[in-house]
């Protein structure tokens, strides 16, 4: 049976074969129970609008990490690919020391990381990773008995932003602190953070089941939130058993006009809470960029040019005259023909090492994930385990053999090893030159600093006094 569809009129022709030599049809209508009149045509442009929208609009997420030391690529990527502005992410698990390199693999282009390790035992942690557009600064960082926090704050032309992160670990024999002493300590922190006028806004880990309206202290702690006039958006599930464990919380009277929290990448047993405020986000950083175009150079007529400096040789006798119109000579031939050219470029985050298989991997995984999410069976989250992990190793190797080629290309190269060295571990270039206004005053001051030494030297070397008849004398009865 064969059928002929006519999309403009909404028929169909069944052809059902022929008998006796006449073929026979049937006029089908398939648009029966839709009326066409009812449906609103949508514009290109204003999906387009919507997306333009998002992009604009100032990101933010929080996540719980269980250990940034493993998971560094994965969670730079995921922020980069969702253009996050800046992320709260708890459970470190970073130490004051030893732990550069990751520190330093997360502060790649386009993003910078404060953290706030734990002080007095292993794991915890608290850190900020916001993109290098923004000005932060860490206000205070302070370990109640029941939970830490960290509070930054955000600026720049356009708004100034206070973030508090939050972790409260959950009860345990190495964390013997109820929930109790938690709802007691709280409330002192709100006291202090919200005395400044500033938008306000609280991420982190709670370890609380906000979505539990049974739960007694998550009923206390939602009035807490009440009395001083907060509010906790995150409505869905962000752990793998169900609950809300993470928040993100804003002061009613700032007026932040936040959008619902989407929870729907796991990096770790919590997903990732990420929401917008209309709130534009500043632009990205750009750099003034000096070059010259050597492509559309015509070497045919550059070595004519060149061909002239014959004549600046046969012509002066003194070397330092030679050296000097040879220099002016040869640098206006190359303005003539590659003249230098200013231009400013946008710097736009980028990871190099991730690739379109590493993509495609990814939205394997996320498929996966939604499908163990949706029935929480054993073999579901069997396969689910294997496939997260095999992406990890994935990401973490192609970072590693990228870096690996920087470090072989750099090889002979010390200037070169140390920086990708440098990079990799994120250490920032200073300037040891002092502060100047222009390169002449600089070569003044520097030929100064060293004449006047010169000068202190030989000054000093004056008025040594040398006692060389005390010298003579001990000579003479060592030889005796």
């Not at 007694?216 to 906790?232: D, I, M, P, T, V």
């Not at 959008?259 to 405020?277: G, N, W």
């Not at 250490?427 to 100064?448: G, I």
């Not at 008849?469 to 030889?479: A, E, P, T, Y």
């Amino acid at each position: 049976m064969l059928m002929e569809t006519d999309f403009a009129h909404g028929t169909s022709i069944e052809q059902r074969g022929k008998r006796a030599g006449r073929p026979r049809a049937r006029i089908k209508d398939t648009n029966q129970g839709v009326h066409l009149d009812n449906l609103t045509k949508i514009k290109i442009d204003q999906i387009s609008n919507l997306n333009e929208l998002r992009r604009n609009n100032l990101t933010l997420s929080t996540v719980n990490s269980r250990s940034l030391r493993n998971k560094s690529a994965e969670l730079l990527q995921h922020i980069y690919e969702e253009q996050i502005d800046f992320c709260v992410i708890t459970e470190t698990w970073l130490q004051p020391e030893g732990d550069d390199k990751t520190r330093g693999e997360l502060k790649q282009d386009g993003y910078n990381l404060d953290d706030v390790p734990r002080s007095e035992r292993k794991g915890g942690g608290l850190a900020l990773l916001y993109r290098d557009n923004l000005k932060c600064s860490r206000l205070s960082n302070d370990q109640f008995q029941s939970f830490e926090c960290a509070e930054w704050e955000i600026k720049c032309k356009i708004f100034t932003l206070k973030i508090v992160g939050i972790y409260r670990p959950p009860y345990s024999k190495s964390h013997p602190v109820t929930q109790a002493t938690f709802l007691n300590e709280f409330p002192e922190l709100l006291d202090r953070v919200l005395l400044k006028p500033e938008p306000v806004v609280i991420l982190g880990d709670f370890n609380l089941h906000l979505d539990n309206d049974d739960d007694c202290y998550a009923k206390r702690f939602a009035e807490c939130l009440q009395s001083y006039g907060l509010e906790q958006h995150v409505k869905t599930p962000t752990h793998t058993s169900g609950h809300v464990l993470d928040s993100i919380i804003t002061r009613k009277a700032d007026r932040l006009n936040v959008s619902k929290p989407v929870t729907d990448y796991f990096i770790s047993d919590h997903s990732f809470t990420t929401c917008h405020i209309e709130q534009s986000r500043p632009p990205l950083i750009r750099k003034t960029v000096i070059s010259r175009n050597w492509k559309n150079v015509c070497t045919s007529d550059m070595r004519k040019d060149l061909s002239e400096l014959k004549s600046v040789i046969d012509q002066s006798d003194d070397t330092n005259t030679l050296v000097k119109d040879l220099t002016e000579k040869t640098t206006s031939i190359v303005d003539k023909h590659a003249p230098m050219k200013e231009r400013q470029i946008v710097c736009r985050p980028d990871i190099p090492w991730y690739s379109s298989y590493l993509k495609k991997l990814k939205h394997f995984k996320r498929s996966i994930e939604k499908i163990h999410l949706k029935h929480k069976s054993t073999l579901t989250e069997n396969v689910y385990k294997k496939v997260k992990n095999h992406y990890t190793r994935e990401v973490s190797a192609a970072k590693s053999g990228f870096y690996q080629s920087k470090i072989n290309d750099a090889e002979g190269n010390v200037k070169k090893l140390y920086n990708v060295t440098s990079k990799l571990l994120g250490r920032e270039k200073e300037n040891p030159l002092p502060s100047y206004s222009n390169d002449q005053d600089l070569a003044n001051d520097f030929l100064q600093y060293f004449t006047d030494k010169i000068k202190n030297l030989r000054d000093q070397l004056d008025n040594t006094h040398v006692d060389t008849g005390h010298q003579n004398n001990n000579v003479g009865k060592q030889s005796c």
